[in-house]
């Protein structure tokens, strides 16, 4: 038996009870905190003991409840300290006994194939987009006991990918909690806000709508233009602003809580391209209240064409002017637009569904991992 590794033969005289680890990254921390947040709440409420491995100053960028026990992982951030930070990793889980591990980020899949070997566990692997078809040298097929997904678009490509794994791909929908209130045009007096969640990676993914939203300044329209989150073309977008004069009535918000609350004081939330990863902040901004316009195309479950979303077409400027021009000049139709999406949201993106279906998705897996035992016994 490996070192560190559960008996089970002796463990299934006994129910095991579920002590979950969760393994996330720099990617889950930025993409996902409130997910991450609502699970690890939920899961207190619940009375189950949980773990989470996230790197060093995570939990000041998380709201983690007291009762969860936060392995910092690398313990020392530097590259030739890599044996005494494993060291480190295994001796503190090892005093936390899990019975199951939860990989949040694809990054991460080959840490947790390993430790989940090293412990004699199954362990889950959420994917959260596209295109990931490196993760087949990752995954191993004796331990992962289920894939989660966020949406049914992810689940498709996977099961192409993973053609062996078909029945362990699940979908668990992200859960949030939505305003009883909606935050689109409800104030007459004030100026109307469109926010764009997209990081600023790339200039081209904006040309076009900033293209579309001069047309709709010059020919009169009034509102405050909010870009959200941070990347490496921050200043050539800044630039491209001032070329077409629209710098003066625009705001960058980079930090994590002061987006909250631009998504909760936002009327238009617009994602300017086609998104191949779930996108966290659209699942705010509907929660919150706000109207969305977006294109289709890659993990677009949330986008639904007038249910949840006023669609436009990609890279097509006209299509966009058209769609935010049709909410600027209706706002009791947007605003009613942005209840209709928030009630789907409720009914569709509880957190309550979410924790217990993540719950019952380890108890599977710890079944599913025992079972595969007896059989080689």
């Excluded at 490496?232 to 705001?251: D, H, P, S, Y």
Aim: charged content about 20%.
């Amino acid at each position: 038996m490996e070192q560190g590794q559960i008996d089970f033969e002796r463990a299934n005289t006994v129910e095991l009870a579920v002590r979950p680890v969760l393994i996330a990254s720099k990617y889950t921390i930025a993409g996902y905190s409130q997910m991450l947040e609502h699970l690890l709440a939920a899961f207190t409420d619940d009375a189950v003991s949980t773990a989470i491995v996230c790197p060093a100053g995570s939990e000041n960028k998380l709201v983690i409840p007291p009762l969860v026990e936060v392995v910092s992982n690398p313990a020392f951030d530097l590259p030739l300290l890599w044996r005494q930070n494993r060291k480190i990793l295994i001796e503190r889980l090892e005093k936390f006994k899990p019975t199951v591990l939860h990989c949040l980020c694809q990054s991460k899949a080959m840490l947790t194939r390993k430790l989940a070997r090293q412990f004699g566990v199954p362990y889950i692997l959420s994917v959260n987009s596209l295109h990931k078809k490196w993760l087949r040298f990752s995954v191993s097929s004796k331990r992962c006991a289920k894939i989660i997904v966020p949406a049914q678009s992810v689940a498709a490509e996977l099961k192409n990918v993973y053609p062996g794994f078909d029945g362990r791909i699940e979908q668990i929908n992200v859960g949030t909690f939505v305003d009883q209130q909606s935050g689109c045009f409800g104030e007459s007096s004030r100026l109307a806000s469109i926010v764009v969640g997209w990081p600023l990676k790339a200039v081209a993914d904006f040309e076009v709508l900033f293209g579309a939203i001069r047309h709709l300044a010059i020919d009169g329209y009034e509102f405050l233009l909010v870009l959200t989150g941070a990347g490496a073309a921050e200043t050539k977008i800044r630039n491209l602003l001032e070329e077409l004069g629209l710098a003066q009535m625009t705001v960058v918000v980079p930090g994590l809580q002061k987006l909250r609350g631009t998504l909760a004081a936002g009327d238009i939330f617009v994602q300017p391209q086609m998104a191949d990863y779930f996108n966290s902040l659209l699942l705010e901004a509907i929660s919150f209240g706000s109207v969305v316009a977006a294109c289709k195309g890659g993990v677009d479950d949330l986008l639904i064409e007038n249910k949840t979303a006023v669609i436009f077409e990609p890279d097509d400027e006209l299509s966009v002017y058209a769609a935010l021009q049709k909410l600027l000049d209706d706002k009791y139709a947007a605003r009613q637009f942005a209840k209709t999406a928030q009630q789907y949201v409720r009914e569709n993106y509880s957190v309550g569904n979410m924790a217990s279906a993540t719950l019952e998705a380890y108890r599977d897996s710890q079944n599913w991992f025992k079972g595969n035992l007896k059989l080689k016994t």
